[in-house]
């Protein structure tokens, strides 16, 4: 796929334009966090996502953690406020102050307050990836009031550890440690071509009968999901959602299981935090350590394609490999031990036409010279700050300080050029989805404050 070349962008050039590029986008970063703050946690979007959103408030305290401390304590405390008795973190917490039209699907689709395992709040009863231990680690790392910070930890670390106890426990059905995902919307790639093919299995007789999508009135059709699609993803909550949202035999009666590379990657990322953590408050970190090692290894045996040279997703129905490059099947970079002999190709698949990290822009979110790849529609192809944020950690994890640089430097060029947008168009740059979009800030924040520190250390 040609791609246009990166147009200049004189506000980056030299020192002191570097510097004040990023003191803007550091001053607008913390801007929009502000008036994204609803009083305990932080909205994706104002218009869009107006409640709170699992992984998103992960992502969101990384960015609070180095300049607003309470704030990234409360976003998490929040979140694992309304943990279900399980041990599931719902992917969305509704808040009721908001209009029930403003966001669909919303509580009165998902019915909670029906299912006794549930908390006080209405919520979702779906999951997202796990990167909140991670996002606890780092807000204690960066707390410079110490016993506060240690405080914080002692907290969160029951709750952090319960809901990995229910991905182990009751999402282990290919029975390898990989968790499995009964959604979409669980990956948090929601509308990726990877699950076209098991999407595709789902009956939706109604299709969107009775119903109203809410998306389209802020963003532009052709950047969201098609009625199809979305009537699929309807159909597939309610029928979790009227079994009583029930894990036993999922293989049974769930048309949807799928073992997906980065939900299973920042599974076993977490764990790791998770172990750094119950060191620091005194509790034992080797079930811990000993996941992450099940969790990396059965990434590799289960998940690795040699052929493609990255992580595919399976499909526990086909038993077999989804053979669709997502980014997802690159973020497994970010694991310390993962093999050199697997860093080697997925570094070079990351660099390869497919994913271009090479040519100076953000990678796309699927492999650009597929068929299925479109570079405006959500997770069809354009480039997400938060992968290309995951990304750029795993390069700097295996020594590839450079390539990370590139991508450091494109996803600012992004920030800088667009504003905070949800997603950009990797072939023309431009920005798209929702507006004062809340992780791209953060992560571009997070981003920034290491560099800082960096500066002040030397
Ligand atoms: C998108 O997903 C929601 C459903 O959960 C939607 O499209 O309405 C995804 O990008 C997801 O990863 C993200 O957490 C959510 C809020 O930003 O939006």
């Known amino acids: 796929m040609p791609r246009a070349a990166p147009a200049a962008t004189p506000e980056l050039d030299g020192d002191v334009g570097t510097f004040l590029a990023e003191q803007r986008l550091w001053r607008r970063g913390v801007r929009l966090l502000v008036d994204n703050w609803a009083g305990s946690y932080t909205v994706p979007s104002r218009t869009l996502y107006p409640h709170q959103w699992s992984w998103d408030s992960a992502f969101v305290t990384m960015g609070l ?22 041990g599931r973190v719902p992917h969305i917490v509704f808040s009721a102050e908001v209009p029930l039209e403003a966001y669909f699907p919303g509580p009165d689709f998902w019915r909670s307050d029906r299912v006794a395992a549930s908390p006080a709040a209405r919520t979702s009863g779906i999951v997202q990836p796990p990167v909140h231990a991670r996002a606890a680690w780092e807000v204690y790392l960066r707390g410079a009031d110490r016993k506060r910070a240690r405080e914080f930890l002692s907290r969160i670390y029951p709750r952090l550890a319960a809901y990995h106890r229910y991905l182990a426990e009751r999402r282990d059905i290919g029975g390898y440690g990989l968790a499995a995902i009964t959604h979409p919307w669980e990956s948090g790639l929601d509308n990726s071509p990877a ?20 998306d389209l009135a802020h963003t532009a059709e052709d950047e969201r999901p098609t009625d199809t699609d979305y009537a699929r993803y309807v159909a597939l909550a309610s029928s979790y959602r009227d079994s009583g949202y029930c894990d036993d035999d999922l293989a049974g009666h769930h048309a949807f299981l799928v073992e997906d590379p980065l939900f299973n990657t920042v599974y076993a990322w977490s764990e790791r935090a998770l172990a750094e953590i119950a060191a620091v408050i005194g509790a034992d970190p080797r079930p811990h350590t000993h996941r992450a090692a099940v969790l990396t290894e059965a990434l590799r045996t289960r998940l690795y394609d040699p052929e493609a040279g990255m992580f595919l997703a399976r499909d526990l129905h086909a038993g077999e490999l989804i053979r669709a490059r997502s980014i997802a099947g690159l973020t497994p970079l970010i694991l310390p031990d993962l093999p050199e002999a697997l860093v080697r190709p997925l570094v070079a698949t990351a660099c390869s036409p497919r994913f271009g990290i090479d040519d100076g822009g953000l990678l796309p979110s699927f492999d650009r010279t597929a068929p299925a790849f479109d570079k405006r529609r959500y997770w069809r192809g354009p480039a997400w700050l938060n992968l290309n944020w995951l990304i750029w950690q795993g390069l700097r994890e295996h020594g590839r300080a450079d390539l990370a640089g590139v991508l450091r430097a494109g996803m600012l060029r992004a920030a800088s050029r667009c504003g905070y947008r949800e997603y950009f168009d990797p072939v023309d740059g431009s920005g798209c989805g929702s507006r004062d979009f809340s992780w791209s800030a953060a992560l571009t924040l997070d981003l920034l404050s290491r560099a800082r520190r960096r500066s002040v250390a030397a």
């Open 195 to 214: 699950w076209d093919e098991p999407l595709g299995r789902v009956a939706s007789p109604g299709g969107l009968d009775g119903y109203v999508r809410r």
């Open 65 to 86: 953690a180095p300049w607003a401390q309470r704030r990234a304590q409360l976003e998490l405390h929040s979140l694992f406020g309304a943990q279900w008795a399980d």
